[in-house]
């Protein structure tokens, strides 16, 4: 039997996402018997090939991260968002409480731990930041909701159980997580 294509992507988050996929522990081997990560942040692919399943951590912060959430929209026939920062905009919404300019001015100059004498905001080789750090669905539609900070690993493998089956899974309340 053929593998299940896989496509992740990381957009505006931190790594924890992606290495709770690890909490599944051995159970990893069993899951990667019947799928093939064709995508990720360790898979050195310049383009998302066409995938069965898309998973984005991560939200909507700048220009690229809607440019690649897009790309999985086209390429994937499922696209998850998995944790919080995708499915509600997470963290990354904090900036939300000040203008883009001063949230790259926080960013480039005001931080302590920041050196830039000249203060140099960049502009031109880096992608725009969007108005507001926002959740994935507000660009692209989404079939699979996983909240949590990270969701956990049970609730992992059960989704990908799910969509091995060929159903489109909808996480129950109690495997929720939100902390
Ligand atoms: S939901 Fe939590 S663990 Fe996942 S990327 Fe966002 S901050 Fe990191």
């Given amino acids: 039997m053929s593998k299940v294509k ?6 505006e988050a931190c790594a924890g996402c992606h290495m709770s ?20 942040p360790i898979v050195d692919a ?6 069965t399943v898309g998973v984005i951590s991560g ?23 998995w944790g919080d920062c995708a ?3 997470g963290i990354n919404c904090m900036r939300n409480f000040s203008d883009r300019e001063s949230a790259l001015r926080e960013g480039y100059i005001n931080t302590p731990s920041t050196v830039n004498p000249e203060g140099i905001i960049p502009h031109e080789d880096i992608p725009r930041l969007l108005p ?7 660009e692209v539609d989404i079939d ?13 493998l059960w989704v990908f159980q799910e969509l091995l089956e060929g159903r489109v899974p909808k996480v129950p309340s109690e495997m929720m997580r939100y902390d």
């Avoid at 310049?46 to 995938?51: R, W």
């Avoid at 939200?59 to 026939?77: F, S, T, W």
């Avoid at 507001?132 to 507000?138: R, S």
């Avoid at 699979?144 to 992992?156: E, K, L, N, R």
Wanted: net charge negative.
């Fill in 21 to 40: 996929f690890l909490d599944i522990d051995e159970r990893i081997v069993e899951l990667l018997e019947k799928v093939e990560i064709v995508y990720s």
């Fill in 132 to 138: 507001q750090a926002v959740p994935v669905d507000y």
């Fill in 46 to 51: 310049k383009e998302i090939p066409k995938a």
């Fill in 6 to 11: 896989v496509a992740t992507v990381w957009l």
């Fill in 87 to 89: 499915v509600f905009g």
């Fill in 144 to 156: 699979v909701y996983v909240p949590g900070c990270p969701p956990d690993a049970d609730t992992i």
């Fill in 59 to 81: 939200g909507l912060g700048n220009e690229e991260e809607v440019h690649l959430a897009r790309k999985m929209r086209e390429q994937c026939d499922v696209i998850v968002a």
